[in-house]
């Protein structure tokens, strides 16, 4: 039987931004399916229940671990067109790469083939059962039948109508009546639900080999992308080895460049020194402190590391070792505030983790990058793209200059981390260059501080940089962080934007905590509609 977390230990858990997705997960482990398998029918699902943050016209990325094993990863990030070179959009007549439309839309779409490799490891390594059509028909379900629009949802359409309305499909698919669906109306994509019926039915090579991906590459085309049929028929999803980090405590795991997991282990990494040098209560404004400045450390080494794996300058591990944390936690300053560079900017993402029965754990991480991607949609299919490539640059000089076969860089990154103890802590968040500072945060307080896993995910948080839709590179606090947090920051020069409690633009996170007897605890974010589901 399913159950709804209330506090009490579970034997197996999911979690999930949206409740729906977290429980089709959960009947998975309900039916004996294992973590992969539990991951896989809920990532469905959310692609489903959370289209403005997510969906099969994305990237995705796994990292998963079995007890007393090494973690391993899969890398389903798509590449750069074979026609996406600098030259051809200056044709196009632009000279950076647009956030919406066919332009936007530069890079394969790899989270179907990440599914794929996922239910293909779940029965390889771990005997996995339940066919892909099960897997699959939760979200098929729910997109056939719909479902309430969250207010969540209904107030992004309302916000990005104007830029988005215009995008090929997207007004037939999600514009019903030509204005947003109200919360509490129900949300239905048939066309959707036919092609994850397609999928579950052809196999998931359809949709890059066969019918589907001709479909794809048509109306691509006709949007104005550079993609083409024979760039899906040549991308598959690959295993990657994880980042580790140790530390007195435990093994950190994120997952390598593209992605900026080494960004929220060197954060963790130089937090670790900070403590022990200036110790602290938790939540308070030294705390906070020592973490933005950990953060504003760990940017720097990002910002000139992390890109295509093929072509990082620098090997990301020589930066995770105890002479190169001492030395960024060196600079650290107890009373003053660093300087801060611009950022990057923000996107649109959904984190979810599973455990399952035998402590097998999967952190997961799924994306369109901003709101509804490119906003290219194919109405037959149901289907919104991708705008991942619009972080390419077309500067040839630029780290993470745009090239055919390249992939972006990624603010996506799922961790993990195996605790001296015994105990195994599977947890994330979205929101772009939010998501090392907010995996900081929940992570040292529960680890650090010794916080329950739903104390440490709803506490007041912060955020460095810009991020869904706020321009600027201040420090972002939410208000019940408490005005005397507030003012000792704000005395050590960080440049304080106050904005309200519980707030969305804080990332969307979750956390399970198994401890050696195999009693699991688990979180969703209260800024999100999500929720946890498991078996006891």
Avoid at 150 to 172: I, N, V, W
Avoid at 222 to 236: K, N, V
Avoid at 323 to 349: N, V
Wanted: aromatic share 6%.
């Amino acid at each position: 039987m399913v159950v709804k977390a209330n506090g009490d230990p579970l034997r197996a858990a999911v979690v999930a931004p949206h409740h729906l997705a977290a429980e089709a997960g959960a009947e998975v482990l309900a039916e004996g399916g294992n973590a992969l398998e539990a991951m896989t029918a809920a990532a469905a699902a959310i692609a489903v229940t959370y289209p403005h943050m997510n969906g099969l016209g994305g990237d995705g990325f796994w990292l998963v671990r079995e007890p007393g094993k090494a973690p391993w990863g899969i890398e389903a990030c798509g590449t750069a067109a074979a026609l996406a070179t600098p030259q051809w959009y200056r044709e196009q007549g632009v000279d950076t790469i647009p956030h919406r439309g066919g332009l936007a839309a530069n890079t394969v779409a790899g989270t179907v083939s990440g599914w794929a490799l996922a239910e293909s490891a779940s029965r390889e390594h771990w005997g996995g059962r339940l066919p892909l059509s099960r897997l699959l028909a939760p979200a098929a379900t729910l997109a056939r039948d719909g479902f309430a629009m969250t207010a969540s949802q209904s107030e992004t359409l309302a916000d990005k109508r104007e830029e988005l309305a215009p995008q090929p499909g997207f007004h037939e698919v999600f514009l019903p009546g030509g204005a947003p669906l109200p919360a509490g109306d129900r949300l239905r994509q048939p066309a959707l639900a036919d092609l994850l019926d397609r999928i579950a039915a052809a196999g998931p090579a359809d949709f890059y080999q066969g019918d589907i991906a001709t479909t794809i590459a048509m109306e691509l085309e006709a949007a104005g992308s550079p993609l083409r049929r024979s760039d899906l028929s040549g991308y598959s999803a690959r295993y990657v080895d994880p980042l580790s980090l140790q530390l007195d405590d435990g093994v950190l795991a994120n997952m390598p460049p593209p992605t900026q997991g080494l960004a929220s282990m060197l954060i963790l990494g130089v937090y670790d020194r900070l403590r022990r040098s200036h110790p602290h209560a938790v939540d308070s404004d030294a705390y906070v402190h020592a973490l933005v400045e950990a953060t504003k450390a760990a940017f720097r080494v990002r910002d000139r590391v992390v890109t295509d794996p093929g072509r990082v300058p620098q090997s990301p591990s020589q930066w995770l070792n105890g002479p190169a944390l001492d030395q960024l936690a060196a600079g650290f300053d107890p009373d003053h505030a660093a300087p801060w560079p611009p950022s990057r900017g923000g996107g649109d993402t959904v984190w979810l983790g599973a455990i399952d029965a035998q402590g097998r754990s999967v952190s997961f991480i799924q994306s369109l990058f901003h709101e509804f991607g490119s906003g290219v949609t194919m109405p037959s299919l149901g289907l919104v793209w991708q705008n991942r490539g619009c972080s390419f640059s077309l500067d040839a000089a630029d780290l993470n200059a745009l090239e055919p076969g390249r992939r972006p860089f990624h603010t996506l990154n799922p961790a993990m981390a195996a605790l001296a103890d015994g105990r195994t802590v599977v947890y994330g968040t979205m929101g772009g260059e939010g998501q090392p500072q907010t995996q900081a945060a929940i992570f040292t307080r529960a680890v650090r501080h010794g916080m329950a896993p739903e104390a440490a995910v709803a506490a007041p948080r912060w955020l460095l940089g810009k991020t869904w839709g706020h321009g600027t590179d201040s420090l972002k606090v939410e208000e019940d962080l408490g005005a005397s947090v507030i003012s000792g920051l704000r005395d050590r020069g960080h440049p304080v934007d106050v904005v309200s409690g519980c707030n969305s633009m804080m990332g969307h996170a979750g956390m399970l905590i198994r401890s050696p007897q195999g009693d699991i605890m688990a979180a969703s974010d209260p800024r999100c509609d999500g929720g946890v589901a498991g078996i006891r």
